[in-house]
């Protein structure tokens, strides 16, 4: 009898340990298999078999998230036909809750109806929901995605009213929208909007980082790094993200001397350099001309065994070539395909200015060849490259022939070169 009450007192955890071996099996099936859309809803109808006992709802939200990830045309209006079923069943164990609400509206709004996730959010609001920040969040995540800011706005405003104020995701989701489409003061205005308010709902780092790479963006190195320091000010510490963006801000503005700075206060916050940083640094001391910084920030990268990748090498290529140390470049170029990191178009690109500017044809010829033979496409400036160097070099027919070669290919072409 004490093993028949033990098992009772602890049959919720039980049953949760059991569903959650089901959600793993079902995962592997679903991985292993591949199902398509039918195959998943076939997989989900068997969930309500008479025999079986009924699902929580728990899984059923789980099985309705995998077929919403389905690459098939049809998978959100699949979605909502299968919770429409949902909410026929009359079972309380399988009632939908918000979360299940949350997912159907973002599928409405996936399909570009978000007049239906109205009335998804209408429904949730019956069922006793209330102004759930779920609800609320993939409705206004769904206005953005389909270009409806103004419909966005009207919400946020109107959540107050119905008893929940927006949280910082929901306030996230609408600045990044703004950043991303040229309104980056206006995010900046919501979120100082947002730390004026007494309230719990204070901008975060996310917060921040949107806006700070809104300005970047769009060029406005300026106010990106003035939002930075309202962010330190603030009390908001910054992320390896966050700081990344402001090295590569303070670079592109001139200022390599700050990006160092701030370069050298990473450990102080908690964050460790990556390759991103390394990037800008490196990238942004040879734009200055500090070429001595330029290599010994890539050596440092290196010795603490962070790999280069293809924009690091042809950072450092470009500027052996622009000091006409093809030997070098070339070398550098050798060590790329023995570490495995394949070139792109840029870095042939930059090879064959480099091979051109040292008088070496052969070599111009032999890398356009094998450009090619990697499969990539060469672009404008790689045959404006390579018709300017014949021209110069007095083979006009040869330079004819990339002409000829860069219309017959359809490489888009402006009516000057570089």
């Not at 209006?77 to 949350?102: D, E, H, M, Q």
């Not at 978000?114 to 920040?133: E, H, I, M, P």
């Not at 980056?184 to 917060?207: D, H, I, W, Y």
């Not at 500017?357 to 060849?369: C, E, I, R, S, T």
Request: glycine fraction near 6%; charge should be positive.
């Amino acid at each position: 009898m004490s093993v028949i009450k033990a098992a009772n007192s602890n049959s919720k955890p039980l049953a949760n340990h059991v569903e959650n071996l089901v959600k793993k099996r079902y995962h592997a099936e679903w991985e292993r298999e591949n199902l398509q859309l039918e195959d998943a809803v076939s997989h989900f109808q068997r969930l309500f078999n008479p025999d079986n006992r009924p699902p929580s709802i728990r899984c059923i939200n789980d099985r309705l998230q995998s077929i919403a990830m389905i690459n098939h045309p049809n998978r959100y209006s699949t979605v909502i036909s299968l919770f429409n079923r949902i909410k026929r069943t009359r079972n309380p164990r399988v009632s939908p809750n918000a979360w299940t609400f949350g997912l159907v509206i973002d599928c409405c709004c996936r399909m570009g109806r978000t007049d239906l996730g109205f009335c998804v959010l209408g429904q949730s609001l019956r069922a006793g929901f209330g102004a759930n920040s779920i609800l609320f969040g993939s409705l206004v995540k769904g206005l953005c995605a389909n270009n409806q800011p103004a419909i966005a706005v009207k919400v946020l405003a109107k959540m107050p009213l119905i008893g929940s104020a927006p949280n910082v995701f929901i306030y996230n989701t609408f600045i990044d929208y703004l950043c991303n489409n040229g309104n980056t003061r206006k995010g900046l205005e919501l979120c100082r909007q947002m730390a004026r308010e007494e309230s719990c709902c204070k901008p975060n780092v996310v917060t921040y980082s949107n806006i700070i790479c809104g300005f970047c963006r769009e060029s406005d190195i300026p106010m990106a790094l003035k939002t930075f320091e309202e962010m330190v000010s603030d009390g908001v510490t910054p992320n390896i993200f966050t700081l990344n963006i402001v090295i590569d801000g303070h670079c592109k503005n001139g200022d390599v001397i700050a990006a160092l700075k701030l370069f050298d206060e990473m450990p102080s916050h908690g964050v460790v350099p990556d390759l991103y940083t390394y990037n800008s640094l490196i990238h942004g001391f040879f734009n200055q001309g500090d070429t001595h910084n330029g290599f010994r920030l890539f050596d440092e990268m290196v010795a603490k065994g962070i790999a280069p990748d293809v924009y690091t090498y042809s950072t450092v290529i470009h500027e052996l070539c622009s000091q006409c140390n093809m030997h070098s470049a070339l070398k550098m170029f050798e060590e790329m395909n023995e570490k495995r990191v394949d070139p792109n178009v840029t870095t042939y690109n930059i090879l064959i200015l480099g091979s051109f500017g040292v008088g070496d044809p052969p070599k111009v010829f032999q890398l356009y060849k094998e450009l090619l033979g990697r499969g990539l496409q060469a672009d404008f400036r790689t045959y404006c490259t390579l018709i300017h160097g014949c021209c110069k070099k007095g083979a006009y027919l040869r330079a004819l022939e990339f002409l000829e070669e860069m219309i017959a290919r359809g490489v888009k072409h402006r009516l000057t070169g570089w």
